[in-house]
């Protein structure tokens, strides 16, 4: 089916509205079908009046202008959104396995293979947003999808933005994915997302935070950089969250040397095609 056409103005009316697919701060996200193509997405539904309390029109103006073009298969699509007097409606597109931090709530955390291929595509998705510019300030499991094949997809822009940049926004929600240059408030760019792609990998790995405390608590862990990680994970996994982990952005491992780093290479090296073993089999 095609995608939603942009050429004329979209209403509610087009759409068949399915079951709730699960609720967020300013409104709910509903699983729904267009009606002329069958076309299956998710309809994102914001009410004007808690956006308005929340002065969160801005974030929302965002996430709209920097979603709708972006084109990655580890980045949930927005196709369009359309409003009627009391509501804004967000065409998305439909996660067939949901949402990951439930999955990861469930298993308690995950396996070496598991996290590793999540982690690669995580920095897939960043390279291809950091080519871009824009960075997104709130890589957490809350805001990570699972497409229909187990892909994962990195939703919920309402915190990006194009780099460099200082936040104007009160911080609301955990500080635990939070790097020391946001804490403090200084101006700062992409490596933003370098540090909580570090944190994701330790939460994947170890099924908790690695600063989570009490709010006051956590802060001073970020600055100090005061973390553990636990002996069952392995010293590679463990090299690569030292290298994420640093107080210093500029320290931090670029995507291009994650996506190459030996934990990333043993776990996702894409499975040789036979010509390719024939190949490699000569060169011997
Ligand atoms: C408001 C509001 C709610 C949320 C959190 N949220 C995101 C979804 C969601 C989206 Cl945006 C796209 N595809 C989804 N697929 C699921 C899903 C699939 N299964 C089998 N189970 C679920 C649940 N949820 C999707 C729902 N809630 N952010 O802002």
Known sequence: PQVPSNSKPMHLGMFEIGRPLGKGKFGRVYLAKERKTGFVCALK????????????????????????NLRHPNILRLFGHFHDSKRVFLIIEFAGRGELYKMLRKAGSFSEPRAASYVAQMASALAYLHKKHVIHRDIKPENILVGSHGEIKLSDFGWSVHAPTNRRTTLCGTLDYLPPEMLRGDSHGEKVDLW???????????????FEDTPIETQKRIVKLNFKIPDFVSAEAKDLITRLLRLDPEKRLPLDQVAQHPWILKHCSKPQTAREKQRNNHQR
Do not use: D, W
Not at 55 to 60: D, G, S
Not at 200 to 210: C, D, I, Q, S, T
């Open 196 to 210: 909580s792609l570090g944190v994701l990998m330790y939460e994947f790995l170890v099924g908790n935070a690695p």
């Open 45 to 68: 539904v914001l009410h004007k009046n808690e956006l308005q309390t929340g002065r969160v029109e801005t974030q929302l103006r965002r996430e709209v202008e920097i979603q709708s």
